[in-house]
């Protein structure tokens, strides 16, 4: 007799993961579940929950009668997430690290440990998300060892795993799994991927999971949680003064502690203002932020970007995109936004243009392009650059735009040599 199948469950101590341990223990694998610590309280002093999550997650392994593990990844999540999170903000990006802490934490550092040190078949997490793969077909994954290169080899990965979208789509979190590696994927399960939340919600309450089903919804900076931004940033960040300029007339309208507080697109609370004013431009080197009247400014809009060089799940890179030297598919750049129709052009360092069918508002340095083809999310690449806005600034003269452009390469979509 077959011995059943070791799933190792990322555990968080909310309803989702707590949802996707009893499905896999209702289908006869052998199941543990694991409690990743990635932030140390005592590093900072705001309110940390990580303790009673802990605790949550354990009592759900009671409940469902499976083994339970705790590890630490807080030197990891510090090096690999938080330093690169600060790192963003200093040079006036505007990072994602839920993205970065699924790549770096939860399918590297929680994917070995379950892999090498509990002897897992395979990983599960309680993410609303599908894969190309079957379970049976997840079990027979092995690990394979690739060369490092710009491109993995076309013909190297057969039947190459695919992400795709999950049947909620409000609820599709593949935005967040979009630089997750191929190794991973193969071996990872994602039990929620054809459920709605409200019937996830449903199998918890007939389940004795009332513990978590009453928990709110996580929110905030990927294991940080949610809380004063401005505050917390400004205990890791020097202070750097500057002021708020009006892109209309250049009228000082303000002060502010630091450019790096503000994101492209978001309303700048002036004090003394009481009309909203939304960031369109920031100067690095002066330490200004620019902003306009009305949420629907012209200058708010942008339809070109360049990415750093993209990470493709399935296929490096797209067939298609090699062979016609441009693709059309769909991006986003946040999590739950309308899929925006696009254009890619690819660069030989492995970057893309992409022009957005349609200038799409709010756009920002250090976010994450996604990229999807129907069901497909085919993934991501970091916005270094953007083109110019939707307006012509006052009177054709272009102002600063140092951090939101980066340096010239003198390089459009389409002008650099492609593979």
Known sequence: MQAARHVVV??????????????????????????????????????????????????????????????????????????????????????????????????????????????????????????????????????????????????????????????????????FLSQVSQDALRRTLFPLGGLTKDFVKKIAAENRLHHVLQKKESMGICFIGKRNFENFILQYLQPRPGKFISIEDSKVLGTHKGWFLYTLGQRAKISGLQEPWYVVEKDGTKGDVFVAPRTDHPALYRDLLRTSRVHWIAEEPPAALVRDKMMECHFRFRHQMALVPCVLTLNQDGTVWVTAVKAVRALAPGQFAVFYKGDECLGSGKILRLGPSACVLQKGKSRSRAATEGPSDGKGPGQGPTP
Not at 15 to 30: E, F, I, M, N, T
Not at 146 to 154: A, D, I, M, S, V
């Open 10 to 175: 990322a555990l968080s101590g909310g309803v989702d993961s707590a949802v996707a341990a009893l499905l896999l223990r209702r289908r006869g694998y052998q199941v543990t579940g694991v409690f990743m610590k990635n932030w140390d309280s005592l590093d900072e002093h705001g309110v940390c929950i990580a303790d009673r999550d802990c605790e949550d997650a354990y009592r759900v392994c009671q409940i469902l009668d499976i083994p339970f593990h705790q590890v630490s990844y807080v030197k990891e999540y510090w090096n690999d997430v938080f330093s690169d999170f600060l790192s963003e903000y200093e040079k006036g990006r505007t990072p994602n690290p839920d993205i970065v802490c699924n790549k770096h934490i939860k399918f590297s550092c929680f994917f070995h440990y379950a892999v090498d040190n509990l002897g897992a078949d395979a990983v599960a997490t309680g993410h609303y998300a599908r894969t190309s793969l079957e379970d049976e077909e997840v079990f027979q994954q092995k690990h394979i060892r690739r060369p490092e290169g710009l491109f993995r080899n076309r013909f190297e990965v057969r039947n190459a795993v695919k992400l795709l979208q999950a049947a909620d789509s409000f609820k599709d979190q593949t935005f």
